[in-house]
């Protein structure tokens, strides 16, 4: 099974800061990883796919990059409504398998 | 609009069984991959199962395997998951999702794009 570890496990930021979140998976995934995020008592949501890809309608600010093993979502500018957690997930192979999440709150 | 409508959660005794229930609507059902993700309370979120759009594969998590079946009833635009020789761990909210994909060159990138509201399920004496 791939293992997936995400970085750090929570942090503080205050709105307009930049923000990176990074996913390590235990062997190479060739960019088969997807970001999502999710809010108390809501579901999650698809930020990016393919490692880059913005998903229809979520903000520019919210980019994607990595290769192999090693993905990081950044968030240009942070936003009031930016603050939730964010989950990586690889879809290289099964079981499919998600980041532990990161916790991101204000500061 | 796309949307995907979770039911058939509860509270159920250890070693009993329940069905979830996953109504489609605003797309082609029919053509979608479809997964059961689950969340325990306070924790991460955990794959479960997914099966094809034509109900021909299905592949579970080792945590659920010989104890949960995934299917789905196209002509309904419903997905199921039977969980049966449920246990305490097995407490969770229980999302579907769409599974989407895109092609790359010859790459096949999938992710899930649609989520439902998800249904809890509590395993309890």
């Known amino acids: 099974d791939i293992q997936m570890t995400q970085s750090p496990s929570s942090l503080s930021a205050s709105v307009g800061d930049r923000v990176t979140i990074t996913c390590r998976a235990s062997q190479g995934i060739s960019n088969s990883l997807a970001w999502y995020q999710q809010k108390p008592g809501k579901a999650p949501k698809l930020l990016l796919y393919?490692?880059?890809r913005l998903e229809s309608g979520v903000p520019s600010r919210f980019s994607g990059s990595g290769s192999g093993t090693d993905y990081t979502l950044t968030i240009s500018s942070l936003q009031p409504e930016d603050f939730a957690t964010y989950y990586c997930q690889q879809y290289y192979s099964t079981p499919l398998t998600f980041g532990p999440g990161t916790k991101v709150d204000i500061k | 609009q796309v949307q995907l409508v979770e039911s058939g959660g509860g509270v159920v005794q250890p070693g009993r069984s329940l069905r979830l229930s996953c109504a489609a609507s605003?797309?082609?059902?029919?053509?979608?991959?479809m997964h059961w993700v689950r969340q325990a309370p306070g924790k991460g979120l955990e794959w479960v199962a997914v099966i094809w759009y034509d109900g021909s594969n299905k592949y579970y998590a080792d945590s659920v395997k010989g104890r949960f079946t995934i299917s789905r009833d196209n002509s309904k635009n419903t997905l199921y998951l039977q969980m049966n020789s449920l246990r305490a761990e097995d407490t969770a909210v229980y999302y579907c999702?769409?599974?989407?994909?895109?092609?790359?060159?010859?790459?096949?990138?999938?992710?899930?794009?649609?989520w439902g509201k998800g249904t809890t399920v509590t395993v309890s004496s």
């Open positions: 393919a490692a880059s």
């Open positions: 605003g797309f082609t059902f029919s053509s979608y991959g």
């Open positions: 999702a769409r599974e989407a994909v895109v092609v790359a060159a010859t790459t096949y990138y999938y992710y899930m794009d649609v």
